[in-house]
């Protein structure tokens, strides 16, 4: 059973750049969701796509935005890039969207911001 | 709004000495509660959850029971390994009346273990 994947590992992006990290759900997950982990924090919960529709979404401005696709793949897009975007970006996938249901994370996408 | 303090690290300890990593609360409603593990460079694994009050859960030698009287996840192990050197995550998983499962964790704990 392949768990989840994200793509790319590292990125270096400019002020002012727009991004788009990916991330492949483990296999029979409908839900994802999005965290951001600054160094040195624990992640911070920015939304949650649930059978391709925003199911929640954290404190994160509307320049952080999302999408999910028929195979339950994802997309978390930011515009505008500003300094404080540097983090770590986490992807979970999770069978359902409830608040018991076990998340289960993928490597990471690390973002520097200059 | 919901939230998660954890023990302030790091936390240094010999091989086969006994862990405590403190975990507390808040939040509305009948929250899960997960403890979670990430080693360097890698993504976040779970290690253990109680989604009701008393449940104890366990996984590789590790415990934590949810305390509902004390609002507390505490998380122990009998003997650490060095293996077990890494960041420690305690979460809630939301039960605000929503409808999705937004976690909230705390700010992790750095536990570095020397043979």
């Known amino acids: 059973e392949t768990g989840v994947t994200q793509s790319p590992t590292h990125l270096i992006k400019t002020r002012g750049q727009q991004v788009t990290l990916r991330c492949s759900s483990q296999?029979?997950?409908?839900?994802v969701s999005w965290y951001q982990q600054a160094l040195g924090q624990g992640p911070q919960f920015i939304f949650q796509?649930?059978?391709?529709?925003?199911?929640g979404r954290g404190n994160f401005p509307p320049r952080f935005s999302g999408l999910q696709f028929p195979n339950y793949s994802s997309e978390l897009n930011v515009n505008a890039l500003e300094l404080d975007d540097s983090a770590l970006y986490l992807c979970?996938?999770?069978?359902?969207?409830?608040?018991?249901?076990?998340?289960?994370f993928g490597p990471g996408t690390r973002l520097l911001v200059l | 709004g919901d939230s998660v303090t954890q023990m302030e690290g790091p936390v240094t300890l010999s091989e086969e000495a006994f862990l405590t990593i403190n975990c507390t609360y808040t939040a509305t409603g009948y929250p899960s509660l997960f403890w979670y593990v990430q080693y360097p460079g890698e993504g976040l694994q779970l290690l253990l959850k109680?989604?009701?009050?008393?449940d104890k859960g366990s996984n590789k030698g590790f415990e934590a029971t949810y305390r509902k009287e004390t609002t507390s996840f505490h998380l122990e192990k009998g003997s650490v390994q060095v293996s077990d050197s890494a960041v420690y995550f305690c979460a809630l998983g939301d039960a605000g009346g929503t409808s999705y499962g937004k976690l909230t964790f705390g700010q992790g704990t750095i536990l570095t273990v020397h043979p």
């Open positions: 979970a996938s999770s069978p359902l969207a409830g608040a018991q249901e076990t998340q289960y």
């Open positions: 109680a989604t009701k009050a008393d």
């Open positions: 296999s029979g997950h409908n839900t």
């Open positions: 796509y649930y059978r391709e529709e925003e199911n």
